[in-house]
Nanobody
């Protein structure tokens, strides 16, 4: 129901844009997020966005470089990644869930729906 795309190989300092397309249900009432997992490391939070898109949250290491957004009319969430660094290399996953008590969530346990990841590789 969630499909991430847009990954690839880019040089350090370059940009990539990821998309997460939702299908099977309308995700306009779901908060959503991006997580990533590098080889040998645990899955970590990258960014999250509220159902309306009005509230966003980022992990410190990507603030000022990544921008999360969504288009509820297209049932799609985006992650624009600029000034990429080798340490951004990971498989990126999108996730979604619905809970009226939660605006945004930075921990994977809050998310029920996950897409298959897309590989992002940043060369030095």
């Amino acid at each position: 129901q969630l499909q991430a795309s847009g990954g690839g190989l880019v040089e350090a300092g370059g940009s990539l844009g990821l998309s997460c397309a939702a299908s099977g249900r309308t995700f306009s009432s779901y908060f959503m997020g991006w997580f990533r997992q590098a080889p040998g490391k645990e899955r970590e939070f990258v960014a999250a966005i509220s159902a309306s898109g009005a509230t966003t949250r980022y992990t410190d290491s990507v603030k000022g470089r990544f921008t999360i957004s969504r288009d509820n009319a297209k049932n799609t969430m985006y992650l624009q990644m600029n000034t990429l660094k080798p340490e951004d290399t990971a498989v990126y996953y999108c996730a979604a869930d619905r809970d009226s008590r939660v605006v945004v969530a930075a921990t994977p346990e809050y998310y029920e729906y996950w897409g298959r990841g897309t590989q992002v590789t940043v060369s030095s």
